[in-house]
């Protein structure tokens, strides 16, 4: 029986699920969390990106034609790979809802998710979402509304996003206005901006209002219009700090004080080639950078002889080490120290939030050629699995347990970092693990065995057949575009996808689906009400039959 509710609250009404549908959902859920954990949106060390792509996008509807309101609770799961956050919006807003189709959530909710992921993407990433909508045309009433509320209600909306992003913005924009009434408030932006202003009419002031202002909290009024005069490309008349140094930067790069590090780049190369350098760019520029920027250009701005140090503990550990395998053989004692010191930290602070009691822990590692991943995500997949075991050492010391490590494949090392090689023959490591009597086993590799093939899987039945029931987990940081999923070194353990330590709970939730849909389910709800609720929005109220 349903349970009765406040009808005034958006419902997820479990009773919504029929039959037909429940029977699929578990291998559905469990293959977009397969893919929302692994799919990078770039090509793998086994698959090209198209490949990739196609992959993911079959696996999204494949659960969207199911139910698109667990469609869009699955979207609110922790450890969700960016890319899977974009593709998921533009799902949504690329297919409105019909009225008469039956959900597992109420058209509100709905609402608040798309809101919920828009607020969560990086700006960066917000805009290339809104650069694909403007490519595949998505341009209905709910895409042109995200679009607009997402720059101009943005509290992080200011001359400093208006010179980094500024072209990008302009196109964003551009698409939700249209071309006729992004010029029209050019025109009349420029009665502001220009040496000779003019008076507003009555009906250009109801334009902008309508257009822009509504969308503004108050008393940014006068910041934001004069940021988009700024984006729509006026120049003159400027009064916000940054926009002022940027125009005055073209003739005097001195002034060029607070511009991010790619438009004074930019500035560089377009107005003062022959008299600024490199060097002098990366000075400017580093005290504004922030700590991923510090660390991706590194190696530059050593070349260049700039000296621009970074905090270890504000770069999470998945980037830590592949910036350690590029970096470690020229880092200093007390530079390499202090990564390796943020690195337990890290490991230590994933195992608190891992829910797992074992105390005797085996693990394989996979260091096979394919572990250094493509050339696009060089590194990626072994630096998952190196930061996934400083959480299952961590873990193992809070309950005075050990952990005993075999590897294959390392051919060499690099400032005491293996270096993967060769083939992947994990078999005989499990057997060596395994001998040492561990409580559970995990398995760290992209799933892809070749010496030979099939011999992990060989092992797994002869062990259950004696008798050996020790649980084995595979990880795996890597998303198989031929098997629409990870893949499984063998169907009698559990592979769970990865990338990063803090969203292994996430995987787990994948054998609660195969065994308990319905819990698995109101786990998905749970999760989802806890980012949907704060101080003044009601979390969702469940119907639970």
Not at 65 to 83: A, F, K, M
């Amino acid at each position: 029986m349903t349970t009765a509710m406040e009808t005034q609250r958006p419902l997820v009404n479990l009773d919504n699920l029929g039959s037909g549908v429940t029977k699929k959902l578990p291998e559905a859920i469990c293959k977009f969390i397969d893919a929302a954990q692994t799919a990078t949106g770039r090509s793998s060390f086994y698959n090209t990106k198209e490949e990739q792509d196609k992959a993911m996008q079959d696996i999204h509807r494949d659960l969207f034609v199911l139910d698109r309101g667990l469609y869009s609770l699955c979207l609110l799961l922790p450890g969700l790979l960016d890319q899977t956050k974009r593709h998921g919006l533009g799902m949504l807003l690329d297919n409105p809802p019909v009225g008469t189709e039956s959900s597992l959530v109420d058209p509100t909710v709905e609402s608040r998710i798309i809101a919920k992921l828009s607020n969560t993407l990086p700006p960066q990433r917000l805009l290339k979402m809104f650069e694909q909508f403007r490519r595949e045309r998505v341009n209905n009433s709910r895409t042109k509304r995200l679009i607009l509320r997402s720059i101009l209600c943005s509290e992080n909306f200011g001359d400093f996003w208006a010179i980094k992003y500024r072209y990008k913005l302009r196109r964003a924009l551009e698409h939700a206005w249209s071309k006729r009434v992004t010029s029209i408030l050019r025109s009349i932006l420029g009665k502001r901006f220009t040496k000779n202003k003019t008076s507003l009419t009555g009906k250009e002031g109801a334009i902008l209002r309508d257009k822009i202002l509504r969308f503004v909290h108050p008393g940014r009024d006068l910041l934001v219009l004069e940021c988009v005069a700024f984006i729509l490309g006026h120049e003159e008349e400027l009064s916000l700090p940054l926009l002022k140094a940027y125009v005055e930067a073209k003739k005097d790069f001195t002034k060029a004080k607070g511009i991010p590090l790619s438009n004074l780049m930019y500035l560089r190369g377009r107005f003062h080639l022959d008299k600024v350098t490199k060097a002098q760019v990366y000075e400017l520029a580093k005290g504004q950078m922030t700590e991923t920027e510090k660390s991706l250009t590194h190696k530059s701005t050593k070349k260049e002889g700039v000296e621009v140090s970074f905090d270890p503990e504000k770069i999470e550990a998945t980037k830590l080490y592949i910036y350690l395998y590029e970096m470690a053989e020229t880092l200093t004692k007390d530079a390499r120290k202090k990564i390796d010191a943020a690195l337990k930290r890290k490991g230590e602070e994933a195992a608190r939030k891992l829910l797992a009691t074992h105390k005797n822990v085996g693990v394989v590692l996979d260091l096979s050629q394919s572990m250094m991943g493509s050339e696009t995500q060089k590194l990626r997949p072994l630096a998952t699995s190196l930061a996934c075991i400083d959480m299952l050492e961590a873990s193992v010391r809070m309950r005075d347990g050990t952990l005993s490590l075999e590897v294959t494949g390392v051919g060499s090392r690099k400032a005491d970092l293996p270096i993967p090689c060769g083939d992947t023959s994990l078999a005989e490591a499990l057997v060596t693990v395994l001998k040492k009597k561990p409580e559970i086993v995990y398995v760290l590799s992209d799933g892809y065995e070749n010496a030979p093939a099939g011999r992990f899987a060989e092992v797994i039945n002869a062990l259950r057949k004696m008798g050996n029931e020790t649980p084995i987990v595979q990880i795996v940081p890597v998303l198989a575009a031929e098997s629409k999923g990870v893949r499984h070194l063998s169907d009698k353990i559990l592979a769970l996808p990865l990338n990063k330590p803090e969203a292994l709970a996430t995987s787990m939730l994948k054998n609660v689906l195969m065994t308990d849909l319905r819990t698995g389910l109101l786990g998905i709800v749970e999760t989802a009400a806890k980012q949907l609720s704060g101080p003044k929005t009601p979390a969702l109220e469940v119907k639970n039959g």
